[in-house]
């Protein structure tokens, strides 16, 4: 049982580049997050998904896309790398039952973006 | 965006110390949560707290859930090297089809043997 399996772990991008940032969970999990970790800021979240075919935006989804196409999987496509987008990305999923729902993270993905 | 403070922001103390930090709210919360982080891994949930007044250890972790629901605290006792970390308070606002986390900005804890 894997729970949250993030790859690639590391990735150096040049300006203007896009990547796939890849998240697979084996718990059966429906809600799905993305989140960026900065100095100083936490963990903010980029995009979210409640279940297969359904993402929606979190509170900074500009220059990231996502897709939800089955439960396992929950893709975050970086369109065209800026240095802003040098980050910690991690990947989360949370069961969204009873009247709460911790979430489960990933490892994380470090990128640096030249 | 809704922001949650998280204090203090770095502790520094010698094995055995106590240690409290704290984390508050513009907004009302339905629960909190406080996560670990260590050195290149990912946050894993230490305590879960769901109603006001609440009060919940996990070893040497308690945490309580503060009676205006706006504010958390996270103390741990008789510290230890492998409690070295980012500790992050996270509260959750859950209601309509979504479960959203808002993370604190997170406390450094560094214990000197």
């Known amino acids: 049982n894997a729970g949250v399996t993030q790859t690639p772990k590391f990735q150096v991008l040049k300006t203007g580049q896009s990547m796939t940032l890849q998240c697979a969970q084996d718990m059966n999990h429906e809600y799905m997050s993305w989140y960026r970790q900065d100095p100083g800021m936490g963990l903010r979240l980029i995009h979210y998904s409640v279940g297969a075919g359904i993402t929606d935006q979190g509170e900074v989804p500009n220059g990231y896309n996502v897709s939800r196409s089955t439960t396992e999987d929950f893709p975050l496509r970086l369109l065209s790398a800026a240095p802003s987008q040098t980050s910690v990305y991690f990947c989360?999923?949370?069961?969204?039952?009873?009247?709460?729902?911790?979430?489960?993270f990933g490892q994380g993905t470090r990128l640096t973006v030249v | 965006g809704q922001q949650l403070n998280q204090s203090p922001q770095s502790m520094f103390i010698q094995e055995g110390e106590d240690v409290s930090m704290n984390c508050t709210s513009s907004s009302i919360f339905n629960t909190w949560l406080w996560y670990k982080q260590d050195p290149g891994e990912g946050p894993v949930l230490l305590i879960a707290?769901?109603?006001?007044?609440e009060l919940t250890s996990n070893g040497r972790l308690t945490a309580q859930f503060g009676t205006t629901r706006k504010d958390s605290f996270l103390n741990i006792s008789a510290s230890i090297p492998s409690d070295v970390g980012i500790y992050f308070c996270?509260?959750?606002?859950?209601?309509?089809?979504?479960?959203?986390?808002?993370f604190g900005t997170g406390t450094l804890l560094a214990v000197q043997p």
């Open positions: 707290l769901y109603k006001a007044g």
């Open positions: 996270a509260g959750l606002n859950y209601g309509g089809a979504t479960n959203k986390l808002i």
């Open positions: 989360a999923t949370n069961s969204g039952t009873g009247i709460w729902s911790e979430a489960f």
